[in-house]
């Protein structure tokens, strides 16, 4: 983005877009709001008339998050009795942090559920209801598919995207990488019964 499109920017979408940056790359914690409006280049007054506190906007920045990632499904991996056991395989193979592995630093809602212990903390439970959310789409996935335990493949298959998340920071993960869409796979096969008489 140009520097003349984010001064068109209203100065709400300019704090989330810098926070979120800041976020994920360098932690929740580890990011104050000063680095935030020095970043974003609005001031402190305009800052706290859109989020009265740093919770909100770390609220805010997760809630953008849920929203983007609750679409993602959306547009890919709708469940449907016709589908294959392929849609669950397709689902955690595009999940892969394959795209910029420079730039990713794991799944959001996991670091954020790190970060945040107080099981109160509103953002803490926006962490944890995306987790819920992805199990309740890879849950029907998996019954879709046939699974004959399909709460054990969508566990399974949620511990395996997990890992991935959690892997693709240490390891190098290029865009070639198949290691996950082939555990998903074999995972799934046997769930389903494939290659049983």
């Given at each position: 983005?140009?520097?003349?499109?984010?001064?068109?920017?209203?100065?709400r979408?300019?704090?989330?877009?810098?926070?979120?940056?800041?976020?994920?790359?360098?932690?929740?914690?580890?990011?104050?709001?000063?680095?935030?409006?020095?970043?974003?280049?609005?001031?402190?007054?305009?800052?706290?008339?859109?989020?009265?506190?740093?919770?909100?906007?770390?609220?805010?920045?997760?809630?953008?998050?849920?929203?983007?990632?609750?679409?993602?499904?959306?547009?890919?991996?709708?469940?449907?009795?016709?589908?294959?056991?392929?849609?669950?395989?397709?689902?955690?193979?595009?999940?892969?942090?394959?795209d910029?592995?420079?730039?990713?630093?794991?799944?959001?809602?996991?670091?954020?559920?790190?970060?945040?212990?107080?099981?109160?903390?509103?953002?803490?439970?926006?962490?944890?209801?995306?987790?819920?959310?992805?199990?309740?789409?890879?849950?029907?996935?998996?019954?879709?598919?046939?699974?004959d335990?399909?709460?054990r493949?969508?566990?399974?298959?949620?511990?395996?995207?997990?890992?991935?998340?959690?892997?693709?920071?240490?390891?190098?993960?290029?865009?070639?990488?198949?290691?996950?869409?082939?555990?998903?796979?074999?995972?799934?096969?046997?769930?389903?019964?494939?290659?049983?008489?």
């Amino acid at each position: 983005m140009g520097e003349a499109e984010g001064a068109r920017k209203p100065a709400r979408d300019r704090i989330l877009d810098t926070a979120a940056e800041l976020f994920y790359r360098e932690g929740i914690r580890a990011v104050g709001i000063d680095t935030i409006i020095a970043h974003s280049g609005v001031a402190k007054m305009s800052l706290y008339r859109n989020f009265a506190s740093k919770e909100e906007l770390v609220c805010a920045y997760l809630e953008r998050n849920l929203v983007q990632h609750a679409a993602w499904w959306d547009r890919g991996d709708r469940p449907s009795p016709r589908r294959s056991a392929g849609a669950d395989e397709g689902a955690v193979h595009r999940a892969r942090p394959l795209d910029r592995p420079s730039e990713f630093q794991g799944c959001p809602f996991t670091t954020a559920a790190a970060e945040l212990r107080d099981p109160a903390n509103p953002a803490r439970m926006l962490a944890l209801a995306h987790k819920r959310m992805v199990r309740d789409r890879l849950h029907a996935l998996a019954v879709a598919a046939g699974a004959d335990e399909p709460d054990r493949l969508c566990a399974q298959l949620q511990l395996l995207m997990e890992g991935a998340y959690a892997s693709g920071r240490a390891l190098d993960l290029g865009p070639g990488n198949e290691a996950v869409a082939s555990a998903a796979a074999a995972l799934i096969d046997a769930a389903c019964g494939k290659g049983r008489a």
